[in-house]
């Protein structure tokens, strides 16, 4: 992270801090997604197990239960997927935090107005050290690219009153079929 604080002499009553971000999560305990070409999916390599031994398959059938069999070592097995949960996903995001405050000072109140938010310029995230990185930012589930929060308080001899609004900036919903755009909202 790098980060900026700004307080003007000529507008004491003003502060602004900016911060950029950059993160890298390695080994993420992460779910392997099941998809249907998973047996021949190169991303997905590091979780299936093609011509496994016996002792794979009754290691991966230790435990099941099938109804109508008692085991599942007698089935004719010719991959085991194993999407257990595992220390394996990475996730890069970067992106700019700000927050700014003003106070103005009346006769006997102030009102204090403020501005936070962040933008995230990438989300990528990869489930395997073979898979590709996935740009997820503003999809369904995942964070949004931009997203602000606007306040005013009012304060005078110990009362306070305010108020918020916050700002979503709009994301695609690529689970729907056809893909869609999701407005923003205020």
Same mark, same amino acid.
Request: hydrophobic letters at 35%.
């Given at each position: 992270t790098a980060g900026l604080d700004f307080e003007p002499a000529n507008l004491p009553n003003l502060s602004l801090a900016l911060t950029y971000f950059d993160t890298h999560f390695r080994d993420r305990r992460d779910v392997p997604r099941f998809t249907q070409d998973i047996l021949v999916n190169p991303t997905m390599a590091d979780v299936v197990v093609h011509s496994p031994t016996a002792a794979q398959i009754a290691a991966a059938c230790d435990g099941v239960r099938l109804v109508g069999l008692s085991s599942c070592t007698g089935l004719p097995i010719s991959a085991i997927a194993d999407l257990r949960v595992r220390n394996s996903a990475y996730v890069h995001t970067d992106g700019v935090d700000l927050n700014a405050q003003y106070t103005l000072h009346l006769d006997s109140s102030s009102l204090l107005f403020g501005l936070s938010g962040t933008k995230l310029f990438r989300f990528e995230t990869a489930e395997s050290p073979d898979s590709p990185e996935l740009e997820l930012v503003s999809t369904q589930s995942n964070p949004i690219d931009l997203r602000l929060l606007? #306040?005013?308080?009012?304060?005078? *001899?110990?009362?306070?009153?305010?108020?918020?609004? #916050?700002?979503?900036?709009?994301? *695609?919903?690529?689970?729907?079929?056809?893909?869609r755009h999701v407005n923003s909202w205020t």
């Amino acid at each position: 992270t790098a980060g900026l604080d700004f307080e003007p002499a000529n507008l004491p009553n003003l502060s602004l801090a900016l911060t950029y971000f950059d993160t890298h999560f390695r080994d993420r305990r992460d779910v392997p997604r099941f998809t249907q070409d998973i047996l021949v999916n190169p991303t997905m390599a590091d979780v299936v197990v093609h011509s496994p031994t016996a002792a794979q398959i009754a290691a991966a059938c230790d435990g099941v239960r099938l109804v109508g069999l008692s085991s599942c070592t007698g089935l004719p097995i010719s991959a085991i997927a194993d999407l257990r949960v595992r220390n394996s996903a990475y996730v890069h995001t970067d992106g700019v935090d700000l927050n700014a405050q003003y106070t103005l000072h009346l006769d006997s109140s102030s009102l204090l107005f403020g501005l936070s938010g962040t933008k995230l310029f990438r989300f990528e995230t990869a489930e395997s050290p073979d898979s590709p990185e996935l740009e997820l930012v503003s999809t369904q589930s995942n964070p949004i690219d931009l997203r602000l929060l606007g #306040s005013l308080q009012w304060k005078r *001899r110990g009362f306070t009153a305010g108020t918020h609004v #916050s700002y979503y900036d709009g994301y *695609r919903d690529t689970a729907s079929v056809p893909q869609r755009h999701v407005n923003s909202w205020t």
